[in-house]
C-alpha cells in the first residue's frame, strides 16, 4: 500500500511565499514522474508542476516563473516553493506520483495526497 501526505498548506498575503512537501510512504519500489495539481474554488483540477525522476521539469504558464517544483528521491519526497502569491493562487493543493510498488515493478499506478489548503488573501 502507497500513501502521499502533504504538508505546509496555510494562509498567506499577496506577494508571500509557502512552501510545500509531499511525502511518499509503503511498499514503494520506482517512482517515475512527481507533480503538484490544484483545485481553485467551483473549478477544475488543473496541473501546476511536473519532475521527472531526472529532476526535469515543467511547468504551467501562470506559475512558471513564481512557483519551483523539486523532489528528493532518496526521501520520496516533493516540495513546491511557492513565491509571489496571488489571490489566484488560492486552492486545495494535491501532489500526484506515478509508482510502481515492490510487490509489482513493472505496473505504475496514479497516487493523490488527501490535498493541502492554501488561500492568498490580504
Known amino acids: 500500500q502507497v500513501q502521499l501526505v502533504e504538508s505546509g498548506g496555510g494562509w498567506v498575503q499577496p506577494g508571500e511565499s509557502l512552501k510545500l512537501s509531499c511525502a511518499a510512504s509503503?511498499?514503494?519500489?520506482?517512482?517515475?514522474?512527481m507533480a503538484w495539481y490544484r483545485q481553485p474554488p467551483g473549478k477544475e483540477r488543473e496541473l501546476v508542476a511536473v519532475?521527472?525522476?531526472?529532476?526535469?521539469?515543467s511547468y504551467a504558464d501562470s506559475v512558471r516563473g513564481r512557483f519551483t517544483i523539486s523532489r528528493i528521491n532518496a526521501k520520496n519526497t516533493v516540495y513546491l516553493q511557492m513565491s509571489s502569491l496571488k489571490p489566484e493562487d488560492t486552492a486545495v493543493y494535491y501532489c500526484?506520483?506515478?509508482?510502481?510498488?515492490?510487490?509489482?515493478?513493472?505496473?505504475?499506478?496514479?497516487?493523490w495526497g488527501q490535498g493541502t489548503q492554501v488561500t492568498v488573501s490580504s
Open positions: 500526484n506520483a506515478y509508482i510502481a510498488t515492490l510487490e509489482m515493478r513493472n505496473v505504475f499506478s496514479i497516487y
Open positions: 509503503g511498499s514503494i519500489g520506482t517512482i517515475e514522474n
Open positions: 519532475v521527472a525522476k531526472g529532476s526535469a521539469t
